[in-house]
């Protein structure tokens, strides 16, 4: 089973431009996540969509992130303008039901923003 | 609010010297706990999920306990390449998210 891909693996870029990552889940994963993770904390939940919608979205900062999920597939997460406190991994999850399967996590995007 | 605390914040062991892991938590209502682990530059990894105070879970050298405030991981003669971050996390019956704790980091030298 292939597993969740991401892209980029790397970003950087200055504060004030805009960056997005891409997400291909596992296929047949009903829920997609997006989660940030800061160096030395556990990731933090962004914004959950099951099939194409959204479940969760309380801890995204909607001002400057925004997250889509294209035919209950792929997804994409975009920040505009960055700011310096986004310097975190990215990371892309999916699972074949609800929050209570197992996720399966891609390998992230670390982005740094200078 | 619900929260994960985990310790310690790191633990090094020889190879064989076995020890465990703490993850405390305050949720309203526990649906399950799971446990991950992380290696560097990678995602994390599923490791068990557990339901209820008294349950176990086992995997290879690893162990997953559960009462009804904290969990622990037990690791029996680790070896090298058991190194990583290891996380908990908490789902509560009123909520659709994880939380997660800030992690473990395991480093076992041979």
């Known amino acids: 089973e292939a597993g969740v891909a991401q892209s980029p693996r790397y970003k950087i870029i200055e504060k004030r431009q805009s960056v997005a990552f891409w997400c291909n889940p596992i296929?047949?994963?009903?829920?997609l996540y997006w989660y940030q993770q800061i160096l030395g904390q556990g990731p933090k939940l962004l914004i959950q969509?099951?099939?194409?919608?959204?479940?969760?979205d309380s801890q995204l900062p909607k001002d400057r992130f925004s997250a889509e999920r294209l035919k209950g597939v792929d997804s994409t997460l975009k920040i505009q303008p960055a700011k310096l406190e986004d310097s975190a991994v990215y990371l892309c999850?999916?699972?074949?039901?609800?929050?209570?399967?197992?996720?399966?996590f891609g390998n992230g995007t670390r982005l740094t923003v200078t | 609010e619900d929260q994960v605390t985990q310790s310690p914040e790191a633990l090094r062991l020889q190879e064989g010297e076995s020890s465990s892991l703490n993850c405390s938590y305050t949720?309203?209502?526990?649906?399950?706990l799971f446990w991950y682990r992380q290696d560097p530059g990678k995602g994390p990894e599923f490791l068990f999920t557990?339901?209820?105070a008294g349950e176990e879970k086992e995997k290879e050298r690893l162990k997953a306990t559960l009462t009804k405030k904290e969990s622990f991981l037990h690791i029996t003669a680790p070896k090298p390449e058991d190194s990583a971050t290891y996380l908990c996390?908490?789902?509560?019956?009123?909520?659709?998210?994880?939380?997660f704790g800030a992690g473990t980091i395991l480093r076992v030298k041979s």
């Open positions: 999850a999916s699972s074949l039901r609800d929050i209570s399967s197992p996720l399966h």
């Open positions: 296929s047949g994963h009903a829920t």
């Open positions: 969509f099951q099939n194409n919608g959204v479940v969760d």
């Open positions: 949720v309203s209502g526990l649906r399950g």
């Open positions: 557990l339901y209820s």
């Open positions: 996390a908490v789902q509560a019956w009123d909520g659709n998210k994880l939380v």
